[in-house]
């Protein structure tokens, strides 16, 4: 019989995405066994999370409760007429680790998905529409996966984006860094091959 | 354990854990699998691009306990790319192979529906398929799962179809003035409806005009719905984002 509220934090962790009953246990046993300032540090780390973190009204990126904005939105070294419209926050993360890009985002949260039945309304679009008509953005780039659903959002957002004057591009497409072309799909090669360019 | 090579086409995938995913194809031989693809999310290498819905394979798999198989390996035969610049054909390919997952059982092949999903794809992702070659799809999918509606004569009396005709899920097609008391939940289809799809239904090539293909969708939508048991979740999605 193991107490009542060990039982209670291993289904509260196997809860948790891809943790299963064992893994949840050991994570159990782990907190158990660890020093009681890592738990008071690990339950008050997971309150400040829910009780400080929202998203930003305005690019719907994480952000501090305590400010109006995120980050990414009140910096002000950053290019106003460039928008780059991501599925989610991790993609975001990921263009950002490239250091590449110094305009604004837009988060979607999600992608169209007709097999899941996901539409329009579920996604951010109406407000990124509301965001572009009070704004200068000259460019947006679709940077969704390059995925049946990815491409799906990203034609539909053409769609809407064209007709308001606003340039739309699309990520690139092709052979990743240090790819092989012996294991590319033709998908990705015959994308290659039209986006070719001079050198 | 028992092996199999077969040619499929991805119906639909989702991820599991944080490198997996689960994938549902129909086979020409052995009907509709679902299989347990190890690793897909995190090896872009080994299932490359071939697992996305509408992508036609050689597929090699592996039976496991259970009604799943292990996905052994995956050789693209097509992935109709072309597909994916255009939304009304990405909504159209997606829904098709939306009906044909729902209408298809587990391991029952069907190779006349395989056949005529893969003749499909090829059309829309050569351009060469209209918003009329959906409901072709449609009537011949239904057909060969064997739930053809009946534009013919009448369902209830087998007698001559005349205006005013009612359609009719639950009786399986049009009915006469004559029958209409015996179906009350009936909904009125013109007689030019009805002669546009039994003519797509004998194999006629000829588009409809818009307002016949708006109803004819609506009527074979809520004649698929009521045999199913639901209505397909990419409708929605296509009356969404306004696509017929």
């Known amino acids: 019989m193991t107490p009542d509220a060990l039982n209670r934090l291993v289904a509260q962790l196997a809860k948790l995405p891809g943790i299963g009953e064992k893994t949840a246990q050991r994570l159990a046993f782990h907190v158990l066994r660890a020093p009681a300032e890592y738990a008071r540090g690990l339950s008050a780390a997971l ?6 973190v929202s998203l930003c009204p305005k690019c719907f990126s994480l952000c501090d409760k305590a400010h109006p904005q995120c980050g990414f939105c009140s910096d002000t070294r950053r290019d106003d007429k460039l928008l780059c419209v991501v599925e989610g926050i991790a993609d975001e993360l990921a263009l950002e680790r490239t250091r590449e890009f110094k305009g604004r985002y837009h988060v979607l949260h999600g992608v169209l998905s007709p097999l ?4 329009p309304d579920q996604l951010r679009i109406r407000e990124l529409l509301t965001r572009l008509q009070d704004t200068d953005v000259e460019e947006v780039i679709l940077a969704t996966n390059p995925d049946v659903e990815g491409e799906a959002t990203a034609l539909y957002l053409t769609r809407l984006l064209k007709p308001m004057g606003i340039k739309v591009t699309r990520l690139a497409q092709g052979i990743p860094m240090g790819g092989d072309l012996e294991f590319a799909d033709q998908a990705t090669l015959a994308r290659a091959l039209s986006a070719r360019r001079d050198i | 354990m028992e092996r199999l090579k077969a040619e499929a086409v991805v119906l639909s995938s989702v991820d599991y854990g944080d490198t997996d995913r689960i994938v549902t194809l129909l ?46 390996g995956a050789d693209i035969r097509e992935t109709f790319h072309s597909l994916r610049d255009d939304l009304a054909r990405i909504s159209r390919a997606l829904y098709c ?8 059982r587990d391991h029952e092949p069907h190779p006349e529906l395989f056949d005529h ?23 011949d999918a239904l057909e060969v799962a064997g ?16 205006a005013p005709a ?79």
Not at chain 2, 40 to 49: D, E, I, L, T
Not at chain 2, 97 to 104: K, S, V, W
Not at chain 2, 150 to 156: A, G, Y
């Open chain 1, 47 to 52: 309150l400040d999370v829910v009780d400080h």
């Open chain 2, 27 to 72: 086979t020409r031989s052995k009907g509709r699998v679902t299989a347990f693809a190890a690793g897909a999310r995190k090896s872009k290498r080994r299932f490359a691009g071939a697992l996305e819905p509408g992508t036609y394979l050689n597929v090699q798999l592996v039976e496991r306990r259970g009604d799943t198989f292990r996905l052994d």
């Open chain 2, 117 to 139: 999903l893969l003749r499909y794809l090829e059309l829309l992702s050569k351009a060469a398929a209209g918003p009329t070659s959906l409901i072709k799809f449609e009537l």
């Open chain 2, 166 to 244: 009612k359609f009719d899920p639950s009786a399986g097609g049009v009915s006469c003035p004559h029958c209409a008391a015996r179906v009350p939940h009936g909904l009125p289809i013109s007689l030019e409806v009805v002669q546009a799809l039994y003519a797509l239904q004998n194999g006629s090539k000829q588009p409809m005009n818009a307002s016949t293909r708006s109803r004819s969708r609506e009527l074979l939508n809520l004649f698929i719905a009521h045999h199913l048991g639901r209505r397909l979740k990419s409708v929605d999605f296509m009356s969404q984002v306004g696509l017929d």
């Open chain 2, 147 to 162: 739930f053809r509606p009946r534009f013919s004569s009448c369902t209830l009396c087998g007698g001559e179809l005349e």
């Open chain 2, 97 to 104: 192979l939306e009906l044909t997952r729902e209408l298809c």
């Open chain 1, 116 to 119: 899941e039945g996901v539409g």
